[in-house]
């Protein structure tokens, strides 16, 4: 199954609106291979100005999270049709940072995957294991866990899709990468766990993309694991020359 990789740049809480617009642009500047999707997820408060730069190239545009109701109090929180509003296709959901600092559950991601998709939003439902979880052997256990109740009552299929971004705690800004070994015995299983949930040819479909310390040395050797479908980069992402290199990823 040829499943069209994805590198999404994760700006997490950096970049004044002057510097996203800047950043954006350099990137629509770099080569971008016709055969790759590439997004960019500024703060909230650059997204309309980041739309109006990538307006007109293949660049796509998402949310670092979406709250599931479309309106009302709920301070802090970004609606979907706000987010599309803007321009925005996807959305990241349930990330590290959003799970241990915030203290968004489990259940609460999964609301945010039904609202994001019943507004025609592709979330990036994001999993991953603590450095203490893989040292107890339990990395399989939580994932299961994050995937199945993160996707509680989500039907896929006609149209209906989700990504998911395979990103270990313990490699996300640390430099630390996983081997590309460990990289592609997750996202096998994630890929198998998937066929359980949904059909096969749902789960082969699904991108499932890795995340933690990605950068233009190592994003070659983890696109090559037959079931690493793209790349969601924090820090390599800031950065117009990396993030240009890791678009550019050589299969
Ligand atoms: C992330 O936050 O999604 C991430 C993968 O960060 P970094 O690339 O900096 O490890």
Known sequence: MERRPLLAGNWKMHTTVAEAEDLARAIIQSQIPADRDVLLAPPFTALSAVGKVISGSAVLLGAQNVCW?????FTGDISPTMLKDVGCSMAIIGH???R????ESDAMI???????????LTPILCIGETLDERETDQTFRVLEEQVRNGLAGIVLGSG???????EPV??????KTASV????????????LLATMYEKNIASEIRILYGGSVNPDNVDDLMGQD???????????????????IINFNK
């Open 69 to 73: 109701e479309e309106k009302g109090a």
């Open 96 to 98: 590290s940072e959003r």
């Open 100 to 103: 241990q600092i915030f203290g």
């Open 110 to 120: 999964n609301k945010r995957v039904a609202g994001a998709m019943q507004h025609g």
């Open 160 to 166: 209906k899709k989700i990504i998911v971004a395979y």
């Open 170 to 175: 313990w490699a996300i800004g640390t430099g």
């Open 181 to 192: 070994g460990q990289a592609q015995e997750v996202h096998l299983f994630v890929r198998e």
């Open 227 to 245: 079931d690493v479908d793209g790349a969601l980069v924090g820090g390599a992402a800031l950065k117009a020359d990396s993030f240009g290199r």
